[in-house]
Every structure is written in structure tokens, then in C-alpha cells.
């Protein structure tokens, strides 16, 4: 069996200053293009939500293809957005596809010089992993603003409460299963897991070993979870990892009239050779009502045989605390 090694991360590990209303906030799109009826009505959530000073990535609007823009568009966007001095936080607009393809060329040094918290999940795994690997900085995997509109008011809530500095919330799992029981402690990684695949072999997949992961997809079918599963343990990538839960697979069952195993069983099946904690039934990904916000990098316990993930620390830090 190859190993995947473990990568230095910048040490210490920073979190970024709570947010406080009037703070700025800006909107990116570092991924797909952004569907113009569904941002807006995430706006209006989240200008409801809390008073940010919110602004919009030059990009936001653009579209080349499957991508908010050019590549180079694309950066420089989020260049800017991560070396303007008055903002707190930066919320990307969507998913999609593209984010991976901008890794190399951004610069680490601005957001550890000044760290932000950055939010999104999906194919956004990829910008989270690189601000933990690179700059070392905590980020919040969470609804986009696309998502905004039809989340279930606790998960919109759960969000800005983590930016204000809040300790989230422990979190249960509705309906699941258990595999290996047990109470473990760890910096919890959650992530998109056909993306988390992707960055194997890069320098920036985290490092998971000591950790708890958290994974989650949408739109693929059992045989394609099967494959990125059984490749991210035949290559060593799990090694070390101490607890596995499960959020969201959404339309990742067999079709209509197909015969085969659902995402839950095929995601259990495979975990189940590590031998660890695994749960599955949390509520984070892309059902369009409930998306949880994790943090990345963060330090939780996860209590296996009550189906509870404790956060043992905030995800921002408050200057009066």
C-alpha cells in the first residue's frame, strides 16, 4: 500500500476575528457560474440575517463557459477579495467546478498576514483545504449563498453565529448508522468527497491523520462513491484517521428500477475495513433544507454511540473574550 505523506502545515493555527455588524463580507465566485435568481434571494437572506457591509467579486456575474469567468479573472478576484483590509469574511457565491484549477497560483501570505474565514462546501472543498494546508487558517464548510434561500432558518442562524464567535452547537446525527462505537477527538475535515479525491497528491490535501472526517456528495452513482472511496484507502490517504461521518449523498442512490446498493451502504461497506468510529445521518450537504456549517480544521469529539459531533472550540475569536 503507497501512503500519502503528510504535508507541514503553517503553525500555529489561526482563526480570524469575529465579525461584528457593519463588518465587511464579500461574495466570490471562484467556482461555476452563479444563477442570478437563486444569489439574489440568498442575498436577501443574509442581509436579513445580519448586518454585513457586503461587497461582489468583479467576476461575480461572469460566465466563460462552466466557470464564473476566466481562470485569471477568477484569481484576481479572489486576490482581491483576501488582501482588502476591511473584510472579515469571504462567502463564496456557489459551487460548480473550477476551484482546484486556481490552487497553485494564490498567494498563502495574504490571508495568513490577515486571516479571513472563508465559507462554502462542495467544490469549495478545494479552496477550504487549500487555506488549511497553506496559510493554516480555519474555514467554515457551509451553505453558499445560492443555498441561502431554501435553507431551514436554524442552519442560516448556525452559520452567523460561528462568524460571531459563538461555540457551535453540537451536532446529531437524525437517522443513521453506527459502526464501531466510541468517543474520539480530533481536527475535523469535512469535505466534498469526489473533490477531496482529486487533491490527492497535491499539496494541498489535508492532513487527515489524528482527524475526524466528515464527507459528503451529490450526483453520484454507487459505483463512482465505491471507486473514490476504495482509492482514497488503497493509497494510503485515510491512514491515521480516527473517526469517518457521514452527511448528505444526495441523488447518489440507484435510478429508478436499478438493483444495487445505496450510497449509505456503499460509503459504510468500504469504511467499514478501517475500523474506526464511522456514522452516517448528519445533516450537511446539498439537501437544498439543511445544511449544517462545520468547521475545517477545527478541533471536535465525536461521541459515535450517541451520534453527536462536539465542537470543542469557536471558529472565529472574539476580542472581549
Known amino acids: 500500500m503507497r501512503h500519502v505523506e503528510a504535508l ?39 442581509r436579513r440575517a445580519f448586518n454585513f457591509d457586503l461587497c461582489l467579486a468583479a467576476n461575480l456575474l461572469e460566465q466563460d463557459g462552466y466557470f464564473a469567468g476566466p481562470d485569471r479573472l477568477r484569481i484576481d478576484a479572489l486576490h482581491a477579495a483576501l488582501g ?11 459551487g460548480g467546478y473550477g476551484a482546484t484549477r486556481l ?4 498567494d498563502a501570505e495574504r490571508l495568513r498576514a490577515r486571516p479571513q474565514t472563508i465559507v462554502g462546501f462542495s467544490d469549495i472543498t ?33 452559520v452567523i453565529d460561528m462568524l460571531r464567535g459563538e461555540l457551535p452547537d453540537p451536532l446529531s446525527a437524525t437517522e443513521g448508522t453506527v459502526l464501531h462505537g466510541g468517543t474520539v477527538e480530533g481536527r475535523v475535515f469535512p469535505a466534498n468527497l469526489e473533490v477531496l479525491r482529486a487533491l490527492v497528491g497535491t499539496r494541498y490535501f489535508p ?14 452513482r454507487p459505483y463512482r462513491l465505491d471507486r473514490s472511496l476504495t ?7 485515510l491512514r491515521g484517521v480516527k473517526a469517518v461521518i457521514l452527511g448528505t449523498f444526495r441523488d447518489c442512490d440507484p435510478a429508478g428500477g436499478e438493483i444495487g446498493p445505496t450510497a449509505e451502504q456503499v460509503a459504510l461497506e468500504r469504511l467499514r475495513t478501517l475500523g474506526i468510529p464511522v456514522v452516517s445521518g448528519f445533516r450537511f ?18 461521541h459515535a ?5 462536539e465542537f470543542l472550540e469557536p471558529v472565529t475569536f472574539r476580542s472581549d473574550a
Open 84 to 94: 482588502d483590509p476591511q473584510s472579515r469574511v469571504v462567502w463564496c457565491a456557489r
Open 231 to 237: 482509492h482514497l484507502l488503497s493509497c494510503g490517504a
Open 207 to 220: 492532513p487527515l491523520s489524528g482527524g475526524i472526517l466528515a464527507l459528503e456528495d451529490v450526483n453520484e
Open 305 to 309: 454511540d450517541d451520534c453527536t459531533l
Open 126 to 158: 478545494a479552496l477550504l483545504c487549500w487555506a488549511f494546508t497553506k496559510a493554516g487558517v480555519i474555514g467554515i464548510h457551509g451553505p453558499v449563498i445560492t443555498q441561502l434561500a431554501t435553507l431551514h432558518p436554524e442552519d442560516v442562524t448556525r
Open 103 to 106: 490552487l497553485a497560483s494564490l
Open 8 to 46: 507541514e502545515v503553517p503553525s500555529p493555527i489561526l482563526t480570524a476575528h469575529a465579525v461584528v455588524p457593519g463588518d465587511r463580507a464579500i461574495v466570490v465566485a471562484p467556482s461555476g457560474p452563479v444563477p442570478l435568481e437563486r444569489f439574489e434571494n440568498g442575498l436577501k437572506v443574509l
Open 285 to 302: 450537504g446539498h439537501d437544498p433544507l439543511h445544511n449544517a456549517a462545520l468547521p475545517f480544521g477545527g478541533r471536535a469529539r465525536l
